[in-house]
């Protein structure tokens, strides 16, 4: 008999009732239901799992995609006093199998594990033998090709249900279209689930977009106007410092947040945003998944993600407590021109792949009907100049021979060495004059990486830096190693050499047999993400809050009344005279540049209130320009 799920919640999680179908949700898990999960960012997810599962006897296994937020879980549930583990990549033998056993006899009510990991046979055998209760798949949308983040080994979750036929399984997401939640039903053999939508609505969540070609100078006005904490989200690791230093020296604390940084400089980050110590994270994409701090008021997007999915996702992280939140979106036209640019290049034409396929079959020489599973040394740049291509569509080339199942880099590709110093310029050259052996190799790495090597971990590579040197990698690698040990730097040194394994025998190039049809879908796919964002961006007629819910399969929202565009439309009904007032404030725009006030006193007399207000909402619009010496000018 199952416990009470009210006295769970109340122990463990100390709150009295549920959120919305939270226990409608728990109870079609209790009844051993398959069921289907579409709750919105901050809408108790986790709850919906981790209550049937502290109900009843035996462990649930969670299929997680992030390791990051699986440690977060686990860490969160042995503070409510409840046994939990987790398998990652990179975890010893021995330390999978301790973990293994206390799950089978050692009392352990929640397993996460990676889905990389469901495919080893350790992790097998163990969990045919274990008291499943309950088969959670977090980030469920990750095991659909419709959905933004799709992960190959999801694929392996039905197979599971083979040893335990007779427990149900519960997917979860917060961003699924319709395409992806059929998807995610056929993937996963969910058996007549039932499926539970929470509305993509955010009540209390005011979205805007603007386009500005002084973003910088908007993010402020907005950390100006909305006191609390925020995350201000970019695309480059270099701009997450640059533009924490400019917020600093604007007199608002700030930490900058990416996933160059150290483990123990990202627990400090987060530590410090959590505990209020700095108010604003200036952060990329590995920032916030499962960071639980409910008081964020303002999420700030200085570049557009990839698609409407992360983007919802990301914004959702303000105003979780239920308050008053603002995610705004800044653009600027060419920022829109270069995702799609970026976009077209990520998908070379079919000769580039046949051209790169038979370039590397050329490179490690490699007969037409041999090399299966061999693994062969891959110098990236080396190869690209020897066969003159171009390195970005390149790049692109192998990750689509990759997806089609012909070759495979290894890990190490994706983790070159990487070093930073650790002391100031001033202090490094004090050391080269006193250390002249080590001179050329201090002054190749400043002229090849920059200053960039002082701030933050700067991928490196010690043949590259060889030949500069006049010596061999081997060399650089021991005078790295002289100055780590001396605490002149940190050198992370690159665990493995990178390899290109092909993983058939290697065909004619000319007959390769790419799949075309699929590259043109997964090409057409993105294209209609991407388009959708910009759609977003651009749309200023219709409420924000209507498209994005829409976008996720919901057609009968009511504007929100407190996005961008719904806040313009009161105010336009609020003055009868506003398109007036714009006809007049634009053509005094055409002849002079006056302050806000000589304009208020040109136009009227009666209502400056109102004047001052269309010359904002004008500016919020881009239809005139505030400048910095307190005058007005046309957009």
Same mark, same amino acid.
């Given at each position: 008999? @199952?416990? $009470?799920?009210?006295?769970?919640?109340?122990?463990?999680?100390?709150?009295?009732?549920?959120?919305?179908?939270?226990?409608?949700?728990?109870?079609?898990?209790?009844?051993?239901?398959?069921?289907?999960?579409? =709750?919105?960012?901050?809408?108790?997810?986790?709850?919906?799992?981790?209550? +049937? *599962?502290?109900?009843?006897?035996?462990?649930?296994?969670?299929?997680?995609?992030?390791?990051?937020?699986?440690?977060?879980?686990?860490?969160?549930?042995?503070?409510?006093?409840?046994?939990?583990?987790?398998?990652?990549?990179?975890?010893?033998?021995?330390?999978?199998?301790?973990?293994?056993?206390?799950?089978?006899?050692?009392?352990?009510?929640? =397993?996460?594990?990676? +889905?990389?990991?469901?495919?080893?046979?350790?992790?097998?055998?163990?969990?045919?033998?274990?008291?499943?209760?309950?088969?959670?798949?977090?980030?469920?949308?990750?095991?659909?090709?419709?959905?933004?983040?799709?992960?190959?080994?999801?694929?392996?979750?039905?197979?599971?249900?083979?040893?335990?036929?007779?427990?149900?399984?519960?997917?979860?997401?917060?961003?699924?279209?319709?395409?992806?939640?059929? $998807?995610?039903?056929?993937?996963?053999?969910?058996?007549?689930?039932?499926?539970?939508?929470?509305?993509?609505?955010?009540?209390?969540?005011?979205?805007?977009?603007?386009?500005?070609?002084?973003?910088?100078?908007?993010?402020?006005?907005?950390?100006?106007?909305? +006191?609390?904490?925020?995350?201000?989200?970019?695309?480059?690791?270099?701009?997450?410092?640059?533009?924490?230093?400019?917020?600093?020296?604007?007199?608002?604390?700030?930490?900058?947040?990416?996933?160059?940084?150290?483990?123990?400089?990202?627990?400090?980050?987060?530590? $410090?945003?959590?505990?209020?110590?700095?108010?604003?994270?200036?952060?990329?994409?590995?920032?916030?998944?499962?960071?639980?701090?409910?008081?964020?008021?303002?999420?700030?997007?200085?570049?557009?993600?990839?698609?409407?999915?992360?983007?919802?996702?990301?914004?959702?992280?303000?105003?979780?407590?239920?308050?008053?939140?603002?995610?705004?979106?800044?653009?600027?036209?060419?920022?829109?021109?270069?995702?799609?640019?970026?976009?077209?290049?990520?998908?070379?034409?079919?000769?580039?792949?046949?051209?790169?396929?038979?370039?590397?079959?050329?490179?490690?020489?490699?007969?037409?009907?041999?090399?299966?599973?061999?693994?062969?040394?891959?110098?990236?740049?080396?190869?690209?100049?020897?066969?003159?291509?171009?390195?970005?569509?390149?790049?692109?080339?192998?990750?689509?021979?990759?997806?089609?199942?012909?070759?495979?880099?290894?890990?190490?590709?994706?983790?070159?060495?990487?070093?930073?110093?650790?002391?100031?310029?001033?202090?490094?050259?004090?050391?080269?004059?006193?250390?002249?052996?080590?001179?050329?190799?201090?002054?190749?790495?400043?002229?090849?990486?920059?200053? $960039?090597?002082?701030?933050?971990?700067?991928?490196?590579?010690?043949?590259?830096?060889?030949?500069?040197?006049?010596?061999?990698?081997?060399?650089?690698?021991?005078?790295?190693?002289?100055?780590?040990?001396?605490?002149?730097?940190?050198?992370?040194?690159?665990?493995?050499? @990178?390899?290109?394994?092909?993983?058939?025998?290697?065909?004619?190039?000319?007959?390769?047999?790419?799949?075309?049809?699929?590259?043109?879908?997964?090409?057409?796919?993105?294209?209609?993400?991407?388009?959708?964002?910009?759609?977003? *961006?651009?749309?200023?007629?219709?409420?924000?809050?209507?498209?994005?819910?829409?976008?996720?399969?919901?057609?009968?929202?009511?504007?929100?009344?407190?996005?961008?565009?719904?806040?313009?439309?009161?105010?336009?009904?609020?003055?009868?005279?506003?398109?007036?007032?714009?006809?007049?404030?634009?053509?005094?725009?055409?002849?002079?540049?006056?302050?806000?006030? %000589?304009?208020?006193?040109?136009?009227?007399?009666?209502?400056?209130?109102?004047?001052?207000?269309?010359?904002? %909402?004008?500016?919020?619009?881009?239809?005139?320009?505030?400048?910095?010496?307190?005058?007005?000018?046309?957009?």
């Amino acid at each position: 008999m @199952p416990a $009470d799920i009210h006295a769970i919640l109340k122990n463990h999680w100390g709150h009295d009732s549920f959120r919305p179908l939270q226990e409608d949700i728990i109870r079609s898990v209790l009844d051993g239901r398959d069921t289907l999960a579409l =709750l919105p960012t901050g809408g108790g997810k986790s709850v919906c799992f981790q209550v +049937p *599962a502290l109900a009843t006897e035996g462990v649930c296994v969670v299929v997680s995609p992030l390791i990051a937020l699986m440690k977060d879980q686990v860490e969160n549930l042995k503070k409510r006093g409840i046994e939990a583990a987790a398998l990652y990549s990179g975890m010893t033998r021995r330390a999978i199998d301790i973990t293994l056993d206390n799950c089978r006899f050692g009392g352990v009510k929640f =397993l996460y594990v990676s +889905p990389e990991r469901l495919r080893t046979d350790i992790f097998i055998e163990r969990f045919r033998g274990m008291n499943v209760n309950l088969l959670a798949v977090d980030e469920a949308h990750c095991i659909s090709q419709w959905g933004y983040d799709f992960r190959p080994p999801y694929l392996e979750i039905a197979k599971l249900r083979e040893w335990v036929p007779q427990i149900p399984i519960i997917a979860l997401t917060a961003t699924a279209t319709p395409a992806v939640r059929n $998807d995610i039903v056929d993937k996963l053999a969910l058996r007549q689930p039932n499926v539970f939508a929470g509305s993509f609505a955010r009540a209390n969540l005011s979205y805007s977009v603007f386009e500005r070609e002084d973003k910088e100078r908007k993010m402020l006005e907005i950390l100006q106007n909305v +006191p609390g904490s925020s995350v201000v989200y970019v695309r480059s690791r270099k701009r997450t410092q640059e533009i924490a230093e400019w917020l600093n020296r604007q007199g608002i604390r700030a930490g900058h947040y990416h996933a160059g940084l150290t483990t123990e400089e990202r627990a400090a980050r987060q530590d $410090d945003w959590l505990r209020g110590r700095t108010r604003v994270v200036v952060a990329t994409n590995a920032f916030g998944m499962g960071i639980d701090k409910p008081d964020v008021r303002t999420v700030i997007h200085m570049d557009m993600p990839a698609n409407l999915e992360n983007y919802y996702q990301e914004a959702g992280r303000a105003g979780r407590d239920g308050a008053k939140a603002y995610a705004v979106a800044l653009y600027h036209t060419t920022d829109l021109e270069n995702m799609q640019a970026a976009l077209a290049q990520s998908y070379p034409s079919v000769e580039m792949l046949r051209q790169v396929y038979q370039a590397l079959a050329n490179y490690f020489q490699v007969a037409v009907g041999s090399g299966l599973l061999a693994g062969h040394d891959f110098d990236f740049e080396a190869f690209c100049q020897t066969y003159k291509l171009p390195a970005q569509e390149t790049f692109h080339a192998i990750r689509r021979l990759e997806e089609e199942g012909f070759v495979q880099l290894t890990e190490a590709f994706h983790n070159p060495s990487r070093i930073r110093f650790l002391v100031d310029k001033q202090a490094l050259y004090a050391f080269q004059v006193a250390n002249a052996a080590y001179d050329p190799l201090v002054k190749t790495v400043l002229r090849m990486y920059g200053g $960039d090597v002082f701030n933050d971990f700067v991928a490196i590579s010690e043949q590259k830096l060889a030949p500069y040197l006049q010596t061999d990698a081997l060399t650089v690698e021991r005078l790295l190693t002289h100055l780590h040990q001396t605490n002149l730097l940190l050198y992370e040194k690159q665990k493995d050499k @990178p390899q290109l394994v092909f993983t058939t025998i290697r065909h004619d190039a000319a007959r390769l047999p790419l799949d075309v049809p699929q590259l043109n879908w997964r090409k057409n796919r993105d294209t209609e993400k991407l388009e959708a964002l910009v759609r977003y *961006a651009t749309d200023c007629r219709r409420c924000r809050t209507r498209q994005l819910t829409e976008y996720f399969g919901e057609t009968d929202t009511p504007d929100c009344g407190i996005c961008d565009v719904c806040v313009q439309k009161k105010r336009q009904r609020k003055t009868p005279d506003y398109e007036a007032y714009r006809r007049k404030i634009l053509a005094a725009l055409e002849i002079a540049t006056p302050t806000v006030p %000589e304009l208020v006193r040109h136009l009227t007399a009666n209502d400056p209130d109102t004047v001052v207000e269309i010359i904002r %909402e004008m500016a919020d619009q881009n239809q005139l320009r505030l400048l910095a010496d307190g005058r007005v000018g046309k957009a």
